[in-house]
């Protein structure tokens, strides 16, 4: 996944941002132009989401696991929880969106809703704890200690804000990547 680390801002910002939402554009233009079939959206556009969600976990993971290879041993974050974290969105979001093919389908959920919202619950944690990981693995590199989440607060919410924050976590990313320590 070294696309993730070596790419440019713009070369991730293209892959992350324009190209998804630039196929959901034009399903949608496609769907809604002629003869209106939303039977078909609700197809299609799970799809269009999972492939979303895979190359930005991917983008995560490689951000995740190679910034953290670089750490000296001795104040690197373990990374297990990380990756389970990854996984885990990856896993639920292919659940997902075949409870949302189901649900937009009419068939009966029975108590799928049920099951669905802890499991979304626990999505968002890991969501979140992987931001906070790569920006703690962020700030730790640069800074060469442990930090604490004051220190790493900015490329946290860079990170959460992924649209804009590419544009500056980027930069940082291909700095990591280049240092040879």
């Not at 997902?96 to 968002?124: D, E, K, R, Y």
């Not at 693995?137 to 959460?160: M, R, Y």
């Amino acid at each position: 996944m070294d696309i993730f680390l070596k790419g440019k801002a713009w070369q991730v910002f293209i892959l992350l941002v324009v190209i998804p939402f630039g196929f959901q554009t034009g399903l949608m233009s496609f769907v809604f132009s002629s003869d209106p079939n939303p039977a078909l959206l609700f197809k299609v556009m799970p799809l269009i989401m999972t492939v979303f969600i895979v190359v930005f976990l991917l983008w995560f993971w490689s951000l995740g696991v190679k910034i953290n290879s670089r750490i000296p041993t001795d104040i690197k974050p373990k990374s297990k929880f990380f990756k389970f974290s990854i996984i885990y969105s990856a896993v639920y979001g292919l659940v997902f969106q075949l409870f949302f093919i189901s649900a937009a389908s009419g068939s009966s959920q029975g108590g799928a809703t049920a099951f669905i919202f802890p499991m979304h619950l626990l999505g968002m944690f890991c969501m979140f704890y992987a931001l906070y990981f790569v920006a703690k693995n962020i700030a730790t590199f640069e800074q060469a200690k442990v930090v604490k989440f004051s220190e790493f607060k900015g490329p946290f919410f860079l990170l959460w804000f992924f649209p804009i924050g590419i544009w500056f976590i980027q930069p940082r990313i291909n700095r990591i990547y280049a240092n040879n320590t």
